[in-house]
Structures are given as structure tokens and as C-alpha cells.
């Protein structure tokens, strides 16, 4: 009994662990450096101009959105997760829906030698991300939310090159 217990007791510990994460949030100044321009595809340009850049701005301040915890997790990045704090002096560099919301926080597959790497990178936090990711925000749990197809909003976001 007192084994078992104590291992359910470890699992949750684990699963804590988890969830918080061992990778930490870097914010998109870093992932727009290499990112950035032409010879890079234009993958930050293509970011910048969609809606996620601009998410957090749709929070209105004089009604207090841009401070309700029940707002900032989906208009933000990292939210409870070692990114975004309400309040935090940091706060500005988590502000939209940045790379890592969709990528995963990017400590340790940030370095370029991991980056090259597809293998590494993956093992080092990288995310691929998914329908599965999309829906973490685009749901019910969304006052405007009027149903997602990640075809057409693929598409709205798209920014592959290796196709
Ligand atoms: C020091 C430069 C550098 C930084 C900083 C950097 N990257 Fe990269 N990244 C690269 C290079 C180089 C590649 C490989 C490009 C290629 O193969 O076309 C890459 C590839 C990727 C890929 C595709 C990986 C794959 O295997 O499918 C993603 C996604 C990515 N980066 C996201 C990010 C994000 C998000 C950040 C910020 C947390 C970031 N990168 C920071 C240089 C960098
Ligand atoms: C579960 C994630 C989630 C939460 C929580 C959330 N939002 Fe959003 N918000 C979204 C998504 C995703 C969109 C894009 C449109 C859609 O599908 O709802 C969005 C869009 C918006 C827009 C633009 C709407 C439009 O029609 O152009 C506003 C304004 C907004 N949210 C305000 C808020 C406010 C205020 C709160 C807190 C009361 C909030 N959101 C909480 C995910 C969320
Ligand atoms: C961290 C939360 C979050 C994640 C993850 C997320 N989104 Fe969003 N998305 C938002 C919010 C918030 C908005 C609303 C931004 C605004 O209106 O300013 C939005 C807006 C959009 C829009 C613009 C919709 C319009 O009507 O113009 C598209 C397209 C979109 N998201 C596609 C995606 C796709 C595809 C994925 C997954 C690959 C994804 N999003 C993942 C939060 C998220
Ligand atoms: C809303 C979610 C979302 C955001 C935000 C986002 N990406 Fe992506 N990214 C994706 C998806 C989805 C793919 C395609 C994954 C696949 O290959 O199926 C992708 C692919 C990539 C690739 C690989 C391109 C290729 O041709 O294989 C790179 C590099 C990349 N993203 C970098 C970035 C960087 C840098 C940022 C921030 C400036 C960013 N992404 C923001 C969802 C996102």
C-alpha cells in the first residue's frame, strides 16, 4: 500500500515536472536574427504581418484585458509557462502569439548546431506543430471563436520553404 502510494505520489511529481517544462522561453527577438530576411525566406517578415504578431494589442487595457488571466494565456506566449507574467518587467517580450507558442520554448534547440539539425533539434524542444497545437487556443474556451479549419488557417499563416 505505503509503495504504491508513494509511487502515485512520484508520477504527479513527474507529471508536474512535465508540464512546466525543462526548456525556457526565449522570445522572437532571438528567432528573427536568423530568421529574418530574404536569404531566410522571410519567415519573421511573414510572422510580423499575420494576426498572431498583433494578438496581444487586441486586449483592451482600459477594460483591463491586457491584465485578466482569463485573456492573456491564448494572446500571448508562455503564459504560466516561464514566458509571459502579468505585471513582469520582462512582460513586453512575450507579448502575441510568437514563434515558441506554436514551436515550443526554444533554450536549448536555439543553438545553431542544433538548429541545422533536425534530429537534435526535435530532441532539444523543438515542435512540429500540429491541428492538435493550433487547437490549444483556436476552441470553445475563446469568446469570438466561430470554428477553426486548419486547411484555411494554415494557409493564412503559412510560412514553409521546404515544401
Ligand atoms: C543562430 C541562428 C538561429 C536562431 C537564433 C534560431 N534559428 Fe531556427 N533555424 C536556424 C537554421 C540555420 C535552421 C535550418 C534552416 C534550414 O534548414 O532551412 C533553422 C531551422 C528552424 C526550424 C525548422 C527546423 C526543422 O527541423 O524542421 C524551425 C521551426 C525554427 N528554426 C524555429 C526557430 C525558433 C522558433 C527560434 C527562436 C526560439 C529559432 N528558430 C532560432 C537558425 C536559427
Ligand atoms: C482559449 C484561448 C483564448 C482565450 C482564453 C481568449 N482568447 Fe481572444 N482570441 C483567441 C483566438 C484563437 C482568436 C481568433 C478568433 C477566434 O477563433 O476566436 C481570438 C480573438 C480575439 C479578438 C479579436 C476578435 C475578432 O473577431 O477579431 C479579441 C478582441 C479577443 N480575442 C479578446 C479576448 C478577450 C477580451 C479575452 C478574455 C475575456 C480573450 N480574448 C480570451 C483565443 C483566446
Ligand atoms: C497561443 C495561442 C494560439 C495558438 C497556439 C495559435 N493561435 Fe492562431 N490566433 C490566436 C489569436 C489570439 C488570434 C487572434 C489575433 C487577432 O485577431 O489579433 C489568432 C488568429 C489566427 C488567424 C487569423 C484569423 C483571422 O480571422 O484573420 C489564423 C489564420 C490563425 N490564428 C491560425 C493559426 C494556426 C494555423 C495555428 C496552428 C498552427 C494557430 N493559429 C495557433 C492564438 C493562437
Ligand atoms: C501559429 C503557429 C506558428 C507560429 C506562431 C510560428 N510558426 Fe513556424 N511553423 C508553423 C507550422 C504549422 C509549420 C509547418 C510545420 C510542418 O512542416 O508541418 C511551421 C514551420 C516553420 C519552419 C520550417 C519551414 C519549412 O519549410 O520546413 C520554420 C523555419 C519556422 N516555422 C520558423 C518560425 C519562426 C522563426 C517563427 C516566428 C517568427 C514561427 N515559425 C512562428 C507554425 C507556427
Redesign the pocket.
Known amino acids: 500500500m505505503k509503495i504504491r502510494i508513494a509511487l502515485g505520489l512520484f508520477l504527479v511529481l513527474i507529471g508536474a515536472l512535465a508540464a512546466a517544462g525543462p526548456y525556457s522561453f526565449t522570445g522572437v527577438g532571438l528567432c528573427s536574427m536568423c530568421h529574418r530576411g530574404e536569404a531566410n525566406h522571410m519567415v519573421y517578415e511573414k510572422w510580423l504581418a ?3 504578431a ?2 496581444f ?2 486586449l483592451d487595457p482600459t477594460k483591463g484585458e491586457d491584465k485578466n488571466p482569463e485573456c492573456v ?5 508562455g ?1 504560466g509557462a516561464g514566458g509571459y507574467e502579468i505585471g513582469a518587467a520582462n512582460a513586453a517580450k512575450f507579448e502575441g ?1 510568437q514563434c515558441e ?2 514551436h515550443g520554448a526554444g533554450s536549448a534547440y536555439k543553438a545553431v548546431a542544433v538548429m541545422k539539425d533536425p534530429t537534435l533539434a526535435r530532441q532539444n524542444g523543438l515542435i512540429v ?3 492538435e ?6 476552441r470553445s474556451a ?1 469568446p ?1 471563436f466561430k470554428g ?1 479549419d ?1 486547411t ?6 503559412d510560412h514553409r520553404y521546404r515544401k
Open positions: 499575420s494576426k498572431h498583433g494578438a494589442k487586441r494565456g491564448c494572446h500571448t506566449t503564459f502569439v507558442a506554436c506543430p500540429t491541428e497545437t493550433c487547437k490549444t487556443c483556436h475563446s469570438t477553426f486548419f484555411q488557417a494554415l494557409k493564412m499563416i
